[in-house]
Every structure is written in C-alpha cells, then in structure tokens.
C-alpha cells in the first residue's frame, strides 16, 4: 500500500487520483498502459502528460475537467487558443448563459449590418470587436454548461 502525500501544492492530476482514494499503483492499473513511476512524474511536473494520458486519466478518475485544464495551460495550441473553464454551480451556468445571450440579442442587428456586404470597415472594427468578445463569453458560458453536463454524468448524479 502507497503513502499519503502530505505534499501542499498538489496538482490537478494528484488530487484528481486522490479523490478517487488511489495510490499510484491502483491508479496504474486502473488506468492500464500508465506506470506507476510516469503517473509520479507527472503529479510531480517533472514531465507534461500526453493528451492521451490525460483522456484516460480523466475518464478514470471521473473528471471531465482535466481536459480543458490540459488543453489550456499545458497543450502548446491549446495555451493560446483554449479557454479554461472552472466547474460551477448550474444555476450561475445558466445565469451565464442568458446574460451573454441577453446581450447578443441587443447586438444581432449590428452584427447584421457590419457584416451583409462581406467586409469590415475601418468605423465598423469597433462594434465588431465588442460583438466578438461577447460571441466569446458565449462561447465559454455554453462550454461550462457542457463540461458540468460531462461531470455530473460521470459522477453519476445524471444519465
């Protein structure tokens, strides 16, 4: 049987197999093709995870969210082109939501205008960029509604 860590500054991955009570041996043959001693390495950043090292970690460990943290703060694409999501409440999910949507449905008809001949013009770059950021806080509102869906059923609270 594996010590406890009593190491403070955990990472996502440790405490991701520590809420599932295992050691690293248990969490190696669970997860199958992953060693003991790279699972060590990994908890430990003495290497970065594979993306398909991190799939079947969070598919074992029940945590959908080590995905998304992978992707945006270790993948060298995803660090500049992924958002990272933080799991929350579902109902501050959904306020989310439709406050992003509230405020999209006041820009659709800009939106329109800038864009109905094909070009953005130097006096339309403005509204445009504003719509886009908006479009993108979107986007991070409908991502988080999905990674909770993803969690709940993992964890069993959803079919």
Known sequence: MGRKSVK??????????????LTRE????????????????????????RPEEVVTMS???????????????????GIDTVPELRLKDLSQITLEVLATLNALDKEKDRLVEITVDGAITED??????????????????????????DSAVHNGDIE
């Open 124 to 149: 339309e770059k403005k509204d445009f960029e504003a719509i886009r950021e908006k479009l993108s806080a979107m986007a991070v509102a409908i991502n988080s509604l999905s990674l909770w869906v």
């Open 59 to 77: 598919q074992c460990y029940k945590k959908p969210e080590l995905c998304n943290y992978y992707c945006s703060r270790e993948c060298p694409i």
């Open 26 to 49: 248990a969490a190696s043959e669970l997860l199958g093709y992953i060693s003991a001693d790279r699972i060590e390495k990994i908890e430990n950043e003495k290497t970065i995870a």
């Open 8 to 21: 403070e500054n955990k990472t996502v991955y440790q405490q991701a197999r520590e809420q599932m009570n």
